[in-house]
């Protein structure tokens, strides 16, 4: 077998959250990595910091599949709302969701965000665990338009963008802004050097 070339550089992108998966997907696929994706639900500890809660997560993950793993954490973080719901991103979407956003937005002039995500990634071999951060700054939309993406992205309106929100794009037009997608190229560049190290990238 060979231990040197493409084909040895191996990963698990653990998440629950598919749309956040074909983003990725899209990206590693550029950089010919080789991952697969397992929905496995990891402990998720509270810190305001998104870095830290992929941190434990990551470690969690390993400790369940002992193979090189990634996880992502990501949010939204409202600047008229102190940061609000950023680390809480996932809980508020579920609960209050879009329209409590939008309601705790109503009268809101101020209407900036941005949208921030943390990979973490962990092996044995490239201890300690690798954190790489993406951002994109943006504004809250008055109302929610698009029915593409996931979460938060009907109300996003990146800044670099053209007036569409990310809930109108493509994933490939996401990508071309997005946080994930910065944390994400940030990562691939990096876990491409490693090509051809030894195990456990077999
Ligand atoms: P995993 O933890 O299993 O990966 P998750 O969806 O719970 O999946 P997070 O803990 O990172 O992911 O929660 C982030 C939440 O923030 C997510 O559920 C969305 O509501 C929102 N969010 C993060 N990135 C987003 C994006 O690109 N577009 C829209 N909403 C996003």
Redesign the pocket.
């Known amino acids: 077998m060979s231990r040197s070339g493409e084909g040895d550089l191996r990963f698990v992108i ?4 598919m ?2 998966a074909e ?1 990725f997907q899209k990206i590693f696929e550029r950089y010919g990595l080789k991952f697969r994706v397992e929905q496995l ?2 402990i ?1 500890i509270q810190s305001m910091d998104l870095r830290e ?1 992929a941190k434990h ?1 990551v470690l969690h993950a390993y400790n369940v599949l002992r193979e090189p793993v990634m ?6 973080f409202v600047e008229a709302l102190g940061g609000f ?1 950023g680390p809480f ?2 809980y ?3 609960t209050i969701g879009i329209k409590g956003i939008l309601k705790l937005m109503e009268g809101v002039r101020d209407r900036r965000a941005q ?1 921030r ?1 943390a990979i973490a990634f962990y092996s044995p071999l490239t201890e300690p665990v690798k954190i790489f951060t993406g951002e994109v700054s943006g504004w809250v939309a008055e109302e929610p338009r698009g029915t593409k ?5 009907p109300i ?1 309106i990146p800044a670099e963008g053209d007036g569409r929100t ?1 809930g109108e794009m493509d994933v490939e037009e ?1 990508n071309a802004f ?3 997608a910065r944390a994400a190229m940030r990562f691939a560049e990096w876990i491409s050097k490693l090509r051809g190290v030894a195990p456990p990238y077999r």
């Not at 653990?14 to 959250?17: D, F, G, I, S, Y």
Request: a neutral charge; hydrophobic letters at 35%.
């Open positions: 653990v998440t629950t959250n749309g956040k983003e639900a990891t998720e809660i997560r996880v992502e954490d990501a949010g939204l719901p991103s996932s508020v979407f579920r949208f995500s993406g996931f979460g938060f992205d996003f990310f996401k997005s946080h994930r």
